[in-house]
């Protein structure tokens, strides 16, 4: 499995902009580069890959103040630097709308934006141009996830895996989505199990990692990792 992939399996998501900190253009692209590097964890769903829902106070003119207020504002110029660079692709694809490279495109910074939910469309429209490219729906699962559509992601892995049983994003993100969206540790850990024996050349790095969250899930089962019967404290 290439270097890029492998990053994709234990990246970290995107967090929502920090309260009251003003983004620039700069900060946007590269957060859109960082996505396309690990696969738009995009392939990358990793640890905390659904951002938390935040409870917004409300001032007593019924509008958002204080962090809430600044963290809205923040997504609302990442939305805006989104349009804005999605805009001379959207134009290219009045002339070419089944481009799966150039829709791809589109998601990407969709999805460097937080704009999930229009990501996932643009990705969904890249998989009916290119219906047998894994990479593109992990990509599209991810953003089908992180916009609330659980089961969309996770019937859009088991396609990618009918394709190619063997890749790594895909079972990997498939073991995330299990767990965290529907709080299924055994579904999880039937994902981790077949990504470590299909994937053998996996680096001791990543194999580790999943090894780890391996053990967290059986340790939350109440059952004691293999690697720990016998053990004393």
Known sequence: MGTTQE?????????????GEQLRARQVYLVAAI?????LGIGYV????????????????GQPSGPAAAGMSSLDQLKQMGDTQAAPLLEKLKS??????????????????????????????????????????????????RSGDVDGAIGQLNQALAV??????????????RLQGKNDGRG???AWQRLLKSNPQLSPERKAEVQKLMADV????????AS?????P
């Open 46 to 61: 990793s640890r905390g890959l659904q951002s938390p829902l935040l409870v917004q106070p409300r001032a007593t003119n």
């Open 7 to 19: 990053t994709a399996m234990v990246s970290a998501p995107i967090r929502d902009a920090a309260a």
């Open 164 to 177: 190619d049983p063997k890749d790594a994003n895909a079972l990997f993100n498939l073991g995330m989505i």
């Open 96 to 145: 070419n709308p089944h481009d799966s490279a150039l829709l791809s495109e589109v998601g990407a910074i969709y999805h460097g934006s937080h704009q999930f939910k229009e990501a996932a469309a643009y990705y969904e429209k890249a998989v009916q141009a290119d219906p047998k490219n894994v990479a593109l729906r992990s990509k599209l699962a991810s953003n089908m996830y």
């Open 228 to 232: 720990q019967k016998g053990v004393r």
């Open 218 to 225: 059986l340790t939350s089962m109440g059952r004691q990792p």
């Open 188 to 190: 999880a850990l039937d």
């Open 35 to 39: 996505c396309l590097l690990v696969g």
